[in-house]
């Protein structure tokens, strides 16, 4: 199995799976002509070894609490890391309201959600069936991750943070770079979501086309004005703990679904690396 080989089992999974449909009389949404979650999928490969996820256990990475690619699994070789760009439709969609989520993105950012454990659980097995062990951090049981500031749990001096970060897993497998508002920005833009494995299988790693962890960001300050809340400022970049009150406010409002996503959609980044 080469990167070839995983890219064509992801996107037949991504083309066929009935997961991936928006189940009209769930989404609440009508009218759509192609009502799908998510496009075919970006894929990166970096080396279980690279230095970068050694770095990350730095105080100015992620902290000593990221577990590298070998602690997840020891013989582990290589990580795979995808990126799934949202359908025009749900991007589009959630465009036109300044402060509330649309219909289609508030499905694409939860049942997409349990689309994209499958399609992850899914990848898992193929290499498993091929006799290499691969194991998906963010559902193993090792996995912790922190939403909010609290004292009382481990790690308190670390809040909006986890074990295992699909962006910097992403940024370090050559999927693309960080931007202002947080998210990453691949060749198909940052409206979207990450998923990653660890395998003992041998691929050759992608080569980042980049140096530094904000070069695809212009700063153009659109995703500071797109935010409701003001959660993100060209000094400070986001400030998670406003950025997550108010996913929660949205919680409240379409229960049991949430989200925003108002930085990602009608900006520069949106669908594409901005001055490309
Ligand atoms: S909208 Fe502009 S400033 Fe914000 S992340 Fe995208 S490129 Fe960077
Ligand atoms: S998700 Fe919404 S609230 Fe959070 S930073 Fe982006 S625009 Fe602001």
Redesign the pocket.
């Known amino acids: 199995m080469n990167k070839m080989d995983i890219m064509s089992l992801a996107e037949t999974f991504v083309n066929s799976s009935k997961d991936n449909i928006m189940m009209q009389e769930r989404a609440n949404v009508h009218q759509l002509s192609e009502p799908k979650i998510f496009e075919e999928p970006l894929c990166g490969i970096s080396a279980a070894t690279d230095s970068l996820y050694y770095e990350l256990k730095n105080e100015t990475g992620i902290g000593e609490h990221f577990l590298l690619p070998q602690q997840w699994l020891p013989q582990a070789k290589s990580v795979i890391s995808f990126f799934l760009p949202f359908t025009e439709q749900v991007r589009i969609s959630n465009r036109k309201d300044k402060i509330q989520p649309s219909q289609e993105w508030l499905y694409g950012r939860v049942e997409g959600q349990e689309f994209i454990k499958k399609f992850i659980i899914h990848i898992q097995q193929k290499i498993q069936q091929t006799g290499y062990k691969a194991i998906v951090p963010a559902m193993d049981e090792k996995f912790w991750s922190k939403s909010k500031y609290d004292s009382a749990t481990a790690h308190p001096d670390n809040s909006f943070t986890s074990n295992w970060s699909e962006r910097h897993v992403a940024f370090v497998s050559g999927l693309g770079t960080f931007g202002l ?1 947080k998210g990453i920005i691949t060749e198909k833009g940052m409206a979207g979501r990450l998923a990653s494995l660890v395998t003992d299988m041998e691929l050759a790693p992608d080569i980042r086309l980049y140096k530094e962890i904000y070069e695809y960001c212009t700063e153009c300050g659109a ?1 500071v004005k ?4 003001s ?2 400022s060209l000094a400070q970049g ?1 400030n998670h703990d406003i ?1 997550s009150s ?2 929660n406010s949205t919680k409240e409002k379409y229960a049991p679904r949430y989200g ?4 990602q959609t009608a900006v520069p980044c949106e669908n594409k690396i901005p001055y490309v």
């Open positions: 508002s995703c797109r935010c409701p809340v959660a993100i986001k950025c108010f996913l925003c996503g108002k930085c």
